[in-house]
């Protein structure tokens, strides 16, 4: 059973997985929605972004992932120096 167009029209926001055709499908039943993606798959979708920026950056030492994933603040001299 189809909501009328007033129903639909009056959603403010839909919870959606970000993955996949879901998006563009709400955007076009509920036109005045906001899309709210769950933090599981923005923080999945995040951490794999960040598991490639050593080898994007050219970072080949899996000892550096390491420092570019830590505070800056929290590394001693050493590890600050081998950042630079």
Do not use: C
């Not at 959603?11 to 933090?39: C, H």
């Amino acid at each position: 059973m189809q909501q009328p167009l007033e129903v639909r029209q009056a959603v403010e926001e839909v919870s959606v997985d970000m993955w996949g055709g879901f998006p563009k499908v709400i955007t076009q039943v509920y036109p005045n929605a906001s899309l709210v993606f769950d933090r599981f798959h923005v923080m999945k979708a995040v951490t794999q972004e960040l598991n490639k920026l050593p080898w994007k950056i050219g970072i080949k030492d899996r000892g550096s992932n390491y420092l570019l994933l830590h505070n800056q603040a929290d590394l001693d001299v050493e590890q600050q120096q081998k950042l630079a």
